[in-house]
T-cell receptor
Framework: DAGITQSPRHKVTETGTPVTLRCHQT?????MYWYRQDPGHGLRLIHY???????DKGEVSDGYSVSRSKTEDFLLTLESATSSQTSVYFC?????????????FGQGTRLTVV | AQSVTQLGSHVSVSEGALVLLRCNYS??????LFWYVQYPNQGLQLLLK??????LVKGINGFEAEFKKSETSFHLTKPSAHMSDAAEYFC????????????FGTGTRLKVLA
């Protein structure tokens, strides 16, 4: 299995509080991604990174920010959590080149905003 | 822009019957295509991938998929369903445009009947 660790695995937080989810990889892959998974929507891209300090928005980025200060860590922050952000969040990584075309996924973080 | 459509959010088959999960994609350039499987409370696991080599791709657990450019399809099949195949399946497309992004379909939940 690809070395991807997400923390925490479960979190319950109150509306309006900031929340940070962490993704840590040991594969030295260049690309990292944050997705959210919701019933009927599949996985939707929130933000992604193509290098240290290089990040960009995905299709559902409103209310989220990210940071990548080291190759191995990609943080997702909910600036002020809302109930609509209750979801399962997945981190993914991918490498470069013809031999590294697929994304590898972490185990997910289940976030509940009450 | 790339997109993926999975026909049928739920599919039921009898044990031993053919599994056919449908995926159609939209891409302006030759894509990479993937099928992932997700078991309950787990992350996504790669089943197989198409990267412009052979159009018939074999994956793990007896699954295979055929890339048909004329039909913009990448349907997943397995000749004989097993109870352990019950899971959710996601089709995804990736195109390199400055960076890699993975766009997922909404998923198909496969139920295997005894």
């Amino acid at each position: 299995d690809a070395g991807i660790t997400q923390s925490p695995r479960h979190k319950v937080t109150e509306t309006g509080t900031p929340v940070t989810l962490r993704c840590h990889q040991t594969e030295n892959h260049r690309y990292m991604y944050w997705y959210r998974q919701d019933p009927g929507h599949g996985l939707r891209l929130i933000h992604y990174s193509y290098g240290v300090k290089d990040t960009d928005k995905g299709e559902v980025s409103d209310g989220y920010s990210v940071s990548r200060s080291k190759t191995e860590d990609f943080l997702l922050t909910l600036e002020s959590a809302t109930s609509s952000q209750t979801s399962v969040y997945f981190c993914a990584i991918s490498g470069q080149g013809q031999e590294n075309t697929e994304a590898f996924f972490g185990q997910g973080t289940r976030l509940t905003v009450v | 822009a790339q997109s993926v459509t999975q026909l049928g959010s739920h599919v039921s088959v009898s044990e031993g019957a053919l599994v056919l999960l449908r995926c159609n994609y939209s891409s302006s350039v030759p894509p990479y295509l993937f099928w992932y499987v997700q078991y309950p409370n787990q992350g996504l696991q790669l089943l197989l991938k198409y990267t412009s080599a052979a159009t018939l791709v074999k994956g793990i657990n007896g699954f295979e998929a055929e890339f048909k450019k004329s039909e913009t399809s990448f349907h997943l099949t397995k000749p004989s369903a097993h109870m352990s195949d019950a899971a959710e399946y996601f089709c995804a497309v990736s195109v390199f445009s400055g960076t890699y992004k993975y766009i997922f379909g909404t998923g198909t939940r496969l139920k295997v009947l005894a």
